[in-house]
């Protein structure tokens, strides 16, 4: 089970102990706008106080300057807390990403590959965003704007009582619908983090094929696709604006209303000499000051109800299962000496009786691709895997890596199981060329020192020759330093293999895995890198997928995989004589023209192997006799000094 090797770590509340971390610098930045607080809520008694000198002609200069004091230290300290908030609003977000980084790379691919990528990327770009907002800012708005509204309601009480209560009854009332506003609120911005998320998905697949959708003329297709995707998003966007666009006016009803009720009765108490006018100014003073901050913090209830549904979508990312227990200590790995494995000599890769099935989907559905796999690759030498397509060989390659865990069965490492073995020495060890080789954006040193950032000149220069790719690099305007586009464009699909190879050759692996590394190698390149196979695999285990059987012709050992089953294992010779899949697959290429003869053995060996005609087993063991009805063809240059080979009916030349 795949899940078997994922560890936990840290999965819901992540986000909250991130918030824990640096609640120092947040409860400073809190304190200061307390003070703040205190300062402004000071200030409509000193207005009273000034109104109060005013009115019995005592001097102003100590009312008017204790007043502008209060003002200035308000600014002061509520400036000081917008930094230091901010500050710590920085802090959260960077650490959150940093984790969602880390819990992202080192993710489970299993569990990895349920998630569609755009909304992955919604969520570690805009909702870390929005958890900054609602973490930092709508929180310490919450707390203090809370503290001048708790304040300013304390001393209007002690103020007048009376006049205290009515306007606690216009406040109660708003603040009953505010409150069931913001429930209804945060379930809409959960839902519109959704839709976006859904959007984003959708717009990064088409942009990772661009040029399929345009071959396909899907532009107006996808254009609905996903402007049905914008349209959803659109209408839960709209809701959340709708619930925002009541939560504050619903608040403002209700001071307005307190206001005009206090102004009322207040006026009417003066008139009857029950209330000193200055008083009453004072407690009007206190009821406007308390405005802004009651909208302030249902404003901050929003949008913090917003950064809860944006903190549970990152928490969900950051419990994705990860591989392996989570990071692993990076420790240096090298390629062991010959005789430096563990044990006696023991095989570089082996496979005993491996069965693996892929998980899809929510419900786990098994797909069963291997069955019962066994093979040994020895510590030196080339060993191919070839078969049918979908027979299970990159599949292989994905246990080697320990990408994913058995269900049955061992994968062995020089000896030692994969999944004893810590992550970051496997996949030091194991060198890996992909099918759809993985050049990336950046400069081509870049590209090559990835798996080696500390490679010197000379190894990389030893690479780049090796895998055929000097006069590429030469010919780059910046060498080296030629900065390539997103998938390695700027190269063609042949020159980006080889920086893959030149890549995985820099790492010094003791295992190299190589899936169709030559697909997009002409058939001289190919011979080149034949030459370089052999090369490398006198120094460690090289273990070659290949649908081209030219490749791997001389591999020391091939092993035929059928629908996830070892059907053969063999040297070319052996398999072309007992095994039907393995001639098959040979002859089907040969009549495919893939340049199976020519690329295997040259031209002038190429005549020795493919005469029509039934002269005796040859070099590839190719069947030498046609079939009736077979077209035999020969392999020959099409003209002298030519590289490209061309297959021609035998019949053909005869008619030249
Ligand atoms: N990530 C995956 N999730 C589910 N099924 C998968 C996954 N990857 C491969 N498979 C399935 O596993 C089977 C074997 O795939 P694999 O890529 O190993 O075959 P292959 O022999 O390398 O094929 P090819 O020669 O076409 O590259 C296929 O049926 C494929 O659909």
Redesign the pocket.
């Known amino acids: 089970m795949t899940g078997s090797k994922s560890g936990s770590g840290p999965a819901s509340g992540a986000v909250a102990s991130v918030f824990k971390q640096h609640s120092a610098l947040l409860i400073a930045g809190v304190l200061l706008g307390l003070l703040g607080v205190a300062a402004s809520l000071t200030q409509p008694w000193a207005i009273g106080e000034l109104i109060a000198a005013a009115g019995s002609g005592d001097p102003l200069g100590l009312p008017v300057a204790r007043l502008v004091g209060l003002f200035c230290v308000g600014a002061l300290f509520s400036s000081l807390q917008s930094y230091v908030i901010g500050r710590a609003g920085e802090n959260i977000v960077h650490s959150v990403r940093q984790l969602v980084t880390e819990r992202l790379l080192r993710a489970d691919?299993?569990a990895f590959?349920k998630r569609p990528q755009g909304d992955i990327l919604t969520r570690a770009v805009t909702d870390t965003s929005l958890v900054k907002i609602a973490l930092s800012q709508s929180l310490a708005q919450l707390i203090t704007s809370g503290a001048t509204v708790t304040g300013g309601v304390v001393l209007m009480f002690v103020i007048d009582p009376w006049l205290m209560l009515i306007t606690m009854s216009c406040l109660g009332a708003a603040a009953v619908v505010s409150l069931a506003l913001a429930r209804k609120l945060r379930k809409a911005a959960l839902q519109n983090r959704d839709d976006t998320g859904a959007f984003g998905s959708d717009m990064q697949r088409v942009l990772s094929a661009l040029p399929t959708v345009k071959a396909s003329r899907a532009e107006s297709r996808e254009t609905a696709r996903i402007g049905a995707l914008a349209g959803k998003a659109r209408r839960s966007g709209i809701r959340v604006n709708a619930y925002n666009a009541l939560l504050v006016p619903s608040m403002n009803v209700g001071t307005q209303g307190a206001l005009a009720v206090v102004v009322g009765v207040g006026m009417t108490w003066v008139a009857r000499g029950e209330m000193n006018m200055a008083v009453l100014t004072t407690f009007i003073m206190y009821l406007f000051q308390l405005v802004s901050p009651l909208v302030m913090f249902f404003m901050a209830v929003g949008q913090f109800v917003q950064g809860r549904a944006a903190i549970q979508r990152v928490d969900e990312l950051v419990a994705l299962p990860q591989e392996g227990g989570g990071a692993a200590a990076a420790t240096a790995v090298r390629r062991p000496a010959p005789g430096a494995w563990p044990g006696e000599d023991p095989p570089a890769v082996e496979f005993r009786d491996v069965r693996f099935a892929?998980?899809?989907g929510p419900q786990d559905d098994r797909?069963q691709?291997l069955h019962g796999v066994s093979f040994s690759v020895p510590a030196r030498g080339l060993t191919a895997v070839v078969?049918?397509?979908?027979?299970?060989?990159?599949?292989?390659f994905?246990l080697i890596e320990h990408f994913y865990a058995t269900d049955g069965g061992r994968v062995l490492l020089g000896g030692q199981p994969v999944d004893a073995l810590p992550l970051d020495t496997v996949r030091g060890l194991v060198g890996y060329v992909q099918?759809d080789s993985a050049a990336m954006r950046g400069t081509v040193r870049e590209n090559l020192t990835y798996a080696n950032p500390h490679a010197g000149e000379d190894d990389i220069r030893e690479a780049v020759e090796m895998a055929g790719l000097a006069t590429v690099v030469a010919g780059l305007p910046q060498g080296l330093d030629t900065e390539l586009g997103d998938q390695g464009s700027g190269l063609s699909g042949g020159q980006r293999q080889r920086l893959c190879i030149a890549r995985t050759l820099l790492q010094k692996p003791a295992v190299m895995l190589l899936?169709?590394a030559t697909s997009h190698l002409d058939s001289d390149s190919e011979r080149d890198f034949r030459d370089v196979l052999r090369r490398v695999s006198r120094q460690c285990a090289v273990v070659a997928?290949a649908?081209r059987i030219s490749t791997v012709i001389d591999a020391e050992q091939i092993v035929v995989?059928e629908a996830?089953r070892v059907r053969a294992t063999g040297a070319h010779q052996e398999l072309m004589e007992r095994d039907e899949l393995y001639r098959r697959l040979a002859g089907s290429q040969l009549h495919a023209g893939s340049g199976l003869v020519g690329a295997a053995a040259g031209p002038e060996r190429a005549e020795h192997f493919m005469t029509a005609g039934g002269s005796p087993a040859n070099r590839s063991g190719m069947p030498a006799a046609a079939r009736p009805g077979e077209q035999t063809m020969r392999l020959q240059p099409v003209r002298s000094g030519e590289q490209t080979m061309r297959l021609r009916p035998v019949g053909s030349e005869e008619q030249r």
């Open positions: 691919l299993t590959g892929y998980r899809r797909t691709v078969g049918p397509s979908g027979a299970g060989k990159s599949t292989l994905q099918q899936d169709e997928i649908h995989l996830g």
